[in-house]
């Protein structure tokens, strides 16, 4: 029986290895952060101490790899700490359009930051949509739970992720 | 994660080419820039850049960044609320939105670029959608066929698993990414000018429509929700609950299903198909613990009045 918890672990980890290491996620690799806001963490875990957060067109260095779990140096701060690889890239996120030209790194390459469907594009679509009521959608993403609060949440429950919650 | 979804999104990609009448992404983006650049629309210099960004990023939905795939789930969730009443009980939300965001971080994708965030829609339909970017929108009456926290959960975590592996996106039609990648142009392009902003948000509008006429109307391909299902028994194990609340809960949902109904029927797969398939993922799971008394607690106190 435990056999089969191992397996499925195993599985689901050498799948994500395999996603990673096919991203080239090597030692020594520079990429950028892709979500609006993370933490670094001192374990591969989404409950582990908080060593230093990061935000959207961040740019670290890759100094290991654990499953889906990547420890990195925030290349400003020089903190380190591990992350999920699913909020990294290898494009590089620049977050003004202008900055985009010195970087030498074709098109396909860059991820400009804020271009395409954006705030602005919103903000258009709403001009034209006046009956479409975007203060639930607003109040919607301040919903949010810090990883205390739900680790918390997954001890009292009596669950098995309260123990590690390393993936 | 590019490389996590390139796995799943080929099948659909040979589909998308099928569809096109064999022709390449590449031969399209082509054609519509070489018919650009004859009307003088775009330069030539413009036109490669184009048709570089268009083979290099490849992929239809893949190419949407997690910013932007944000910014159209916003909309979408704003499209089917404007249909769909919110309940505004803050137990309740609070409460779906603990579960639901504990449940995204054992999920294949923990992290979007806004997170996971969950509302409660007024009505006794059984429903659920998820927008892109983890917007996610459960009725009542689907909330009504839970018995238990572990029955949640399999809802949640299969509603997650339709923003992780991004079923949303993919009903974007190709044009509109072409469109959209044409109109942005190359790199260097600094703010919009007046035209553009508007052509962008035309092909915004489309996307949206795309994706919500999918999610509203005709509901996703059978293979996309038994993929959904899947990842959910996973996220489920991971956590800690019964994976086989997944299949009491779509019993549930079965005798409580209005045959002529608008909704799940409309745009689901039959649950007794559903459940067949997931049967066979758990026939050789172990046996579930007994839930702790202050999740059987926890659930009642939050969901006793929904």
Redesign the interface.
């Known amino acids: 029986?435990r056999d089969?918890?191992l397996f499925?672990?195993a599985a689901?980890a050498l799948a994500?290895a395999v996603?990673?290491q096919?991203?080239g996620v090597k030692p020594g690799a520079e990429m950028s952060v892709?979500?609006?806001s993370?933490d670094m963490r001192a374990t591969a875990s989404?409950f582990g101490t908080i060593t230093g957060p990061l935000k959207?067109g961040d740019r670290v260095t890759v100094l290991e790899s654990n499953g889906a779990w990547i420890k990195v140096r925030h290349n400003d701060s020089k903190r380190e700490g591990w992350i999920?690889?699913?909020?990294?890239?290898?494009k590089r996120v620049v977050l003004t359009?202008?900055a985009?030209?010195d970087t030498g790194a074709?098109?396909?390459?860059?991820?400009?930051?804020?271009?395409?469907?954006?705030?602005?594009?919103?903000g258009?679509?709403k001009a034209?949509h006046k009956?479409?009521?975007?203060a639930?959608?607003d109040r919607?993403?301040s919903?949010?739970?810090d990883?205390a609060?739900?680790e918390k949440?997954?001890k009292?429950?009596?669950?098995?992720?309260?123990q590690g919650?390393a993936? | 994660m590019i490389a996590a979804t390139r796995t799943i999104c080929i099948p659909f990609m040979v589909i998308t080419l099928l569809l096109a009448g064999c022709k390449t992404l590449d031969t399209i983006t082509d054609y519509s820039t070489k018919a650009l650049v004859a009307t003088g629309t775009i330069s030539s210099t413009q036109a490669t850049s184009i048709n570089k960004t268009v083979t290099a990023v490849g992929k239809t939905f893949d190419s949407i960044t997690p910013e932007q795939e944000y910014y159209i789930g916003r909309t979408v969730a704003a499209v089917i609320l404007s249909k769909n009443k919110p309940y505004d009980k803050s137990t309740a939300t609070q409460y779906l939105n603990k579960l639901g965001q504990a449940l995204a971080l054992f999920s294949e994708r923990p992290e979007t670029f806004g997170g996971y965030h969950f509302l409660i829609m007024d009505s006794d339909e059984i429903n659920a959608f998820a927008a892109p970017g983890g917007l996610i929108l459960v009725s009542r009456g689907m909330l009504r066929c839970c018995q238990s926290e572990d029955e949640l959960s399999a809802v949640l975590a299969h509603e997650i698993a339709h923003v992780a592996q991004k079923h949303g996106l993919r009903a974007i039609k190709t044009s509109r990414i072409t469109s959209a990648l044409t109109i942005l142009g190359t790199e260097a392009a600094k703010n919009l000018a007046g035209g553009q902003l508007a052509e962008l948000t035309k092909t915004f509008e489309d996307s949206i429509t795309d994706i919500t006429s999918e999610m509203v109307n005709n509901g996703y391909a059978r293979d996309l929700e038994e993929s959904a299902d899947a990842a959910a028994i996973k996220t489920l194990q991971a956590v800690g609950y019964d994976p086989r609340a997944l299949v009491s809960m779509l019993r549930q949902m079965e005798q409580r299903l209005n045959p002529q109904g608008k909704d799940f029927n409309k745009t689901h797969p039959k649950p007794s198909d559903r459940i067949d398939a997931i049967e066979k993922l758990l026939k050789n799971a172990d046996p579930a613990d007994q839930p702790a008394p202050a999740r059987l607690r926890r659930f009642k106190d939050a969901m006793g009045r929904v």
Do not use: C, H, P
């Not at chain 1, 999920?84 to 290898?90: D, E, F, W």
């Not at chain 1, 098109?107 to 954006?118: D, R, V």
């Not at chain 1, 009956?131 to 975007?134: H, L, S």
């Open positions: 029986m089969k918890r499925l672990a689901a994500m996603a990673v096919a991203a892709e979500v609006k993370t989404f959207y999920n690889g699913n909020v990294l890239t290898k359009a202008g985009a030209t074709s098109s396909g390459e860059l991820a400009i930051a804020g271009k395409g469907f954006n705030k602005e594009v919103e258009n679509f034209q009956d479409i009521d975007f639930w959608v919607m993403v919903f949010k739970n990883s609060s739900l949440f997954v009292e429950g009596g669950l098995k992720a309260a919650g993936k």
